[in-house]
């Protein structure tokens, strides 16, 4: 049997008709840098030649020059960590680190890539903690983001510790909202292919294993932790389980597995405070930035709370908890207010819309979970 470099020609060719090896990976990964590179180049080629005709670049069009410029640097700079993780030896640290933390700073730096290809992001975080490298995670989060964003997609991140096994679960899935006709398409033949190349080799390092599916109508990948340290989620709130008065929580227990509530926020500080605070209880936080992508949220399942920052109240969202109340007269509704120290009740079409402020929203929101959820079940 001939080796292969004795059956291709100097130039890469093959010596004979019907000998033609296998794509070689480093070929296919410079093919696939080299197809992602040329839709920011192109870009910033029309953009410089109006500059040099014209003289003036509109807003626009600088906007369009930085947004080029950035997806450049992701793929120079997913190209050299790549590298350094196939060429180099890694020596992992082996920390414990809480994995919903690391997510949830994941998401905050890859804000301006999801906003730039109007990504509709729905995530759901429970508290996970993991044995891993922390720089490692980092850049597997960061690949794994990268290649599910795709444009136009509604993505859903949900993070949490099945009962058996008890491994981390970071799953995404990836849904067309709006036609596939996107500029991001129009010059890339193999899209996200160098993200994956990436998510691949970390993924690998870190004895991670990935599961993923690519169809028309749905992207999905999966991430099992297996080296998960730390459960920290709870099938019912924490205040249920210590109160000295079990009447209650043992009627409603079973009712209250795993409850699911939609946060509407774009204040990434409140979203921290009050997922943190719903996770000590056990409970399941969406979290949308808009009233639109509540309504899409609760289209196919419904949340049984909303909690939602005053600063975005608007006609939507009171269309929305209308609609919650004519599946469940009893919906609740919690209001976080600018206000100090403020806690009031206050009719609304045959429910209630209880107002906390944020500066007591840790004193307070806890006894209303607990109290709210029990009317609800």
């Known amino acids: 049997m001939a ?42 080629e029309h953009i410089v030649q109006h500059l040099l005709g014209t003289g003036k670049l509109s807003r626009q069009q600088v906007t369009a020059l930085m947004a080029s410029l950035g997806t450049a ?52 975080l429970q508290p996970v903690e993991v044995l891993i490298d922390p720089g490692l995670l980092e850049t597997l989060l ?10 136009g997609y509604r993505l859903t991140v949900t993070l949490e510790l099945p009962s058996w096994p008890p491994h981390g679960l970071l799953s995404f899935k990836a849904r067309p909202t709006v036609s596939d006709s996107s500029p991001h398409s129009a010059h890339q033949p193999e899209p996200y292919r160098l993200s994956w190349w990436l998510l691949v080799e970390a993924a690998a390092h870190a004895q991670i294993p990935i599961q ?84 899409r949220a609760c289209d196919g399942d419904r949340p049984q709370m909303l909690i939602v920052d005053q600063r975005l109240n608007c006609e939507a969202l009171d269309t929305l908890r209308q609609t919650l109340l004519t599946h469940d007269s009893r919906f609740p509704t919690v209001e976080i207010t600018a206000e100090q120290h403020t806690l009031t009740m206050a009719s609304w079409m045959d429910g209630a819309v209880v107002r906390i402020s944020r500066g007591s929203l840790h004193a307070q929101l806890p006894a209303v979970l607990v109290r709210d959820l029990g009317k609800s079940d």
């Open 3 to 44: 080796l292969p470099s004795d059956s291709v020609r100097p130039d890469g060719r093959p010596t004979s008709p019907g000998a033609t090896p296998s794509p070689r990976p480093e070929y296919l990964l410079a093919g696939s840098i080299g197809a992602e590179l040329s839709g920011p180049l192109l870009e910033m």
């Open 73 to 124: 640097r992701r793929i120079a700079t997913q190209s050299q960590l790549l590298d350094r993780l196939a060429h180099s030896p890694i020596r992992q640290s082996h920390e414990q680190v809480a994995l919903d933390a690391r997510l949830r700073q994941a998401l905050a730096d890859n804000a301006g890539l999801l906003q730039s290809r109007a990504v509709d992001l729905v995530h759901r």
């Open 142 to 151: 960061h690949a794994a983001l990268s290649w599910m964003a795709r444009p």
């Open 212 to 295: 993923h599916n690519e169809s028309n109508q749905q992207l999905t990948l999966s991430l099992e932790f297996k080296r998960t340290v730390q459960q920290l989620g709870q099938s019912v709130p924490m205040e249920l389980q210590g109160s000295p008065d079990s009447s209650w929580s043992s009627s409603h227990a079973r009712g209250l597995t795993s409850p699911r509530l939609l946060l509407v926020t774009a204040d990434i500080g409140l979203q921290e405070d009050v997922e943190q605070i719903c996770a000590a209880s056990g409970l399941q936080v969406d979290t949308v930035i808009s009233a639109e992508r509540a309504r």
